[in-house]
């Protein structure tokens, strides 16, 4: 094949060597043998050749035309969500370097967590990386934070508006105050904390947050001992550990979760339902299932809270 021409099959080097050289580098010539696969892209979008391919001696392919692979995929649930799921993370490889038919798949450590989706919601997960916490950071507080953002997620802001992604930090509050800070801080001086005495999530503090938090660009900072809202409208100082792949937000969530001794970072998208992005230090996960609560209170318990005599620390005059 010749740059430009429509492509329809995968090519699998059976036996043989074929030349490929790309149509904006003439200068490097790839020798493929055995096991080589060419124009992988095709499977998961639609694809151009990018160079030409030539044949050095005989041989044989293996052809897999895309059309046929799309439909024999679609037979099996399983197998449609799998090629989903890698078909994401391919596209996002490809785009990250010069097209070519020649690509190495991505590795599964290097997956971007925000393109992968969920199958179906897990009942009674654990807290990711629950063991891994920093001694500054109290599950109870995590867990509360992430309950109470899954709840803003699914089921948006005040007055029924839609949230528009947002960013909650778990962490130490004097070592967060050297990474970054606020502009208008509205928390400033109030003593809104997102778990009750008995560590359970107020409603009052929920509602409290969708209409003060919640809304705003920057994130929320919560003190991961106390489990007190320290600000909104955050902005973290230096984003340069979040890399340079995705938006401000998603870079900032990367770079704080490994500043200040290591952050507990909850990212929620945009478009999200319910699906967070969870980050501690380097390490980076999906969550949309639902959370084991039996050191946790679920969001809304807090009138049962009032009616049992236990206290709540969440103040509503914001």
């Known amino acids: 094949f010749s740059p430009g021409d429509?492509?329809?099959v995968v090519r699998f080097l059976v036996e043989g060597r074929l030349l490929y050289v790309h149509g904006h580098r003439l200068e490097e010539e790839l020798t493929l043998s055995r096991g080589h696969c060419v124009s992988e892209a095709v499977l998961w979008t639609l694809w151009e050749h990018c160079g030409v391919l030539a044949s050095l001696s005989?041989?044989?392919?293996?052809?897999l035309e895309s059309?046929?692979?799309e439909e024999i995929v679609k037979l099996y649930p399983m197998v449609t969500w799998l090629s989903v799921l890698y078909s994401r993370q391919f596209i996002i490889h490809l785009n990250k370097n010069i097209m070519s038919d020649i690509v190495e798949p991505p590795a599964v450590q290097e997956w971007e967590p925000e393109a992968i989706v969920a199958i179906a919601k897990e009942s009674g997960a654990d807290l990711p990386f629950e063991d891994e916490l920093p001694s500054h950071c109290s599950p109870q507080v995590?867990?509360?934070c992430v309950l109470l953002s899954q709840d803003v997620a699914a089921h948006g802001l005040d007055e029924n508006?839609?949230?528009h992604g947002f960013t909650v930090i778990i962490g130490e509050e004097n070592a967060l105050s050297t990474c970054g800070k606020s502009g208008f801080n509205p928390f400033q001086g109030h003593d809104v904390r997102v778990i009750k005495n008995d560590g359970s999530v107020c409603k009052e503090t929920i509602e409290t947050m969708r209409r003060n938090?919640?809304?705003t660009d920057g994130a929320i900072v919560v003190d991961g001992l106390s489990g007190r809202v320290v600000a909104s409208s955050w902005f973290v100082g230096d984003i340069r550990l979040g890399g340079m792949e995705g938006g401000a937000r998603s870079r900032s969530a990367r770079a704080v979760a490994q500043q200040a001794g290591g952050c507990y970072v909850i990212k929620c998208s945009e478009d999200s339902k319910g699906k967070l992005i969870l980050h501690l230090g380097t390490?980076?996960?999906v969550f949309n299932s639902e959370l084991k609560t039996k050191d946790v209170g679920a969001p809304g318990s807090c009138q049962m809270a009032?009616?049992?005599?236990t206290t709540c620390n969440a103040k509503t005059s914001l």
Not at 58 to 63: F, I, K, N
Not at 306 to 309: A, V
Request: net charge positive.
């Open 306 to 309: 009032k009616d049992s005599g």
């Open 283 to 285: 390490k980076a996960r």
């Open 142 to 144: 995590v867990k509360a």
């Open 6 to 8: 429509a492509c329809k």
């Open 161 to 163: 508006r839609p949230h």
């Open 213 to 215: 938090a919640f809304h």
């Open 58 to 63: 005989d041989g044989s392919c293996a052809l």
């Open 67 to 69: 059309d046929s692979f």
